[in-house]
């Protein structure tokens, strides 16, 4: 099955830096790789996704690249401010599934 | 609008009562998700209605029994908890098709005692 793992675990930038987040899955059929941020107490929100068909996704300051050959798929935040600070997770779904396969998790600090 | 909704919010019971976790969505999406998450790890699924239907159990135990009265609505029957079952429970809803855009509600906390 879908294994996915995912790097830094816990990464802490300065304000206005950026902040880059990794994943790899295992399973070359996966074919869509959401990310979700999740706030304290709040569920996981769903902020980009990419599809296999693409290697990049640019929304406003945060951005998704995706290689197949080497399963990665990668988070970028430009110009991070500390209403970012949260735990983001990126997951992996092979072709008409039902599941998300999760990565572990990155908990990211933006300090003032 | 992609709201899913979650009631209630915190919930507290004992090893013997009987509780339910209400889910609602309204975006028209036909497969609904139940998750569970511990403290500092991701959601681990537990079900998933596609059209109503119950097309995946991952192995929970019968103290979770799922309903899925209509497309809009999904339950989560408790009775007979262990307190390692306090966690958050967290809802999703997705258009089933090509790809899994889910969306998850704000989740129910649930404490064991």
């Known amino acids: 099955g879908e294994n996915v793992e995912q790097h830094p675990s816990t990464l802490s930038v300065q304000e206005g830096d950026s902040a880059v987040i990794k994943c790899t899955y295992s399973?070359?059929?996966?074919?869509?790789f959401p990310w979700y941020k999740q706030e304290l107490g709040k569920g996981p929100q769903l902020i980009i996704d990419i599809r296999s068909n693409v290697g990049e996704k640019k929304d406003q300051r945060i951005a998704v690249t995706l290689n197949k050959t080497a399963k990665h798929f990668s988070l970028h935040i430009t110009e991070t401010q500390p209403e970012d600070s949260a735990v983001y997770f990126c997951a992996a779904s092979p072709f008409g599934g039902d599941k998300l396969i999760f990565g572990t998790g990155t908990r990211l600090q933006v300090f003032p | 609008d992609t709201e899913v909704t979650q009631t209630p919010k915190h919930l507290v019971m004992g090893m013997t009562n009987k509780k339910s976790l209400k889910c609602e969505q309204h975006m028209g999406h036909r497969a609904m998700y139940w998750y569970k998450q511990k403290a500092k790890k991701p959601p681990e699924l537990m079900f998933v209605?596609?059209?109503?239907?119950?097309?995946i159990n991952e192995s929970v135990p019968s103290r979770f029994s799922p309903e899925c009265p209509n497309s809009s609505l999904l339950n989560l029957h408790l009775h007979a908890l262990q307190p390692e079952d306090s966690a958050l429970y967290l809802c999703?809803?997705?258009?089933?098709?090509?790809?899994?855009?889910?969306?998850f509600g704000p989740g129910t906390r649930l404490t064991v005692t």
């Open positions: 209605y596609s059209y109503e239907k119950l097309s």
């Open positions: 399973d070359s059929a996966s074919n869509y």
């Open positions: 999703a809803s997705s258009l089933p098709g090509l790809t899994n855009e889910q969306y």
